[in-house]
């Protein structure tokens, strides 16, 4: 087992309470590390877990979980934990785990997870859409698609992403989220396989030549899996297509980072929109 077999692997770093008295960390915890990194594998799939299993009227519990421990992690250990799924039963598929500290494989794992009624833990068929999602990602294809559309289209589901990011999350005044230019802007929308709406953002006019982008919102279950920037890059070569030689955003301080990795430069000092620091950024087209 490599890590190079695995198509998602998760960062973790060994915090001091998850060592024991041998200086290394506690066998129980490699379990631990397991599961979190399983959660990091739903991100991966694009899919709001809980949202997710709701929909489909099931649950996974795990049946079995085997670990054959081949080393030691320590203190401060920057590790990668490589989840894949590679076989599947009626109503159970078999993962395999793998924890490495650079290349050297640590834990090699393998757990069988049932999918189940929640109410009765009885064994139910794995569903169809969420066998052919994980088969699909194993074989290196796109679960995210994002479209393109005016505010008569995609103006519902980018609407609930707003409301839940700008209003309830951050506070931000309703009556300041929506303006007049949101009838008359391009929208772009992300959703995964099973149609549920992810992100957003739009694309306006700023002055002749140059384009802005705005609203760039992310669910906060899908942030850190690149759908964010899936978005912002649909918007940027659509404000190439119509001509645009720039485009400028104002980005949350808190953002500043992910814009700067898509190539934006910051200009001019920050400054407070809806009592929250934001910077101007730019990027040429």
């Known amino acids: 087992m490599k890590r190079t077999d695995f198509r998602h692997t998760e960062p973790l770093r060994v ?9 290394i960390v506690f066998n129980g915890h490699y379990l631990t590390y397991l599961d979190t990194a399983v959660s990091g594998y739903w991100r ?26 081949r080393g030691s992690a320590r203190y401060d250990d920057r590790l990668d934990i490589g989840i894949r799924c590679r076989e599947f039963g009626n109503s159970s598929m078999k993962v395999d ?8 494989l640590l834990v090699q794992a393998e757990m069988v997870y049932v999918f189940a009624d929640p109410s009765t833990q009885s064994p139910a068929p794995l569903p169809a859409p969420l066998r052919g999602l ?9 679960v995210v698609d994002v479209t393109l559309g005016g505010w008569a289209e995609l103006g519902a589901e980018a609407t609930a992403i707003r409301r839940e990011v700008f209003v309830e999350e951050q506070h931000i005044p309703a009556d300041m989220e929506w303006d007049s230019a949101d009838a008359s802007c391009l929208h772009a929308l992300a959703r995964n396989r099973f149609g549920m709406a992810l ?6 006019e ?3 030549g140059v384009a802005k982008i705005g609203r760039m919102a992310v669910l906060r279950a899908m942030r850190g899996t690149q759908i964010g920037r899936q978005v912002l890059e649909a918007l940027m070569a659509e404000a190439r297509r119509q001509g645009y030689r720039e485009v400028l955003l104002h980005a949350q301080l808190a953002a500043e980072n ?4 898509a190539g934006f430069q910051r200009r001019g000092q920050p400054f407070e929109e809806a009592g929250i620091g934001h910077v101007e950024m730019v990027r040429a087209l």
């Not at 915090?15 to 200086?23: C, F, K, N, S, V």
């Not at 992910?258 to 990795?261: L, M, Q, T």
Request: aromatic share 12%; net charge negative.
């Open 199 to 204: 992100a957003t953002g739009r694309l306006l």
């Open 258 to 261: 992910f814009y700067v990795r």
């Open 134 to 142: 994980i088969q699909d990602f194993e074989a290196g294809q796109p």
């Open 97 to 104: 785990g793998g924890i490495f500290h650079g290349e050297q």
């Open 44 to 69: 991966a799939l694009a899919i709001p877990y809980t949202a997710t299993m709701k929909s489909l009227g099931g649950e996974l519990y795990v049946r079995r979980a085997m670990l054959d421990y």
């Open 15 to 23: 915090r001091w309470a998850e060592i024991d008295a041998q200086g």
């Open 206 to 208: 700023h002055v002749p």
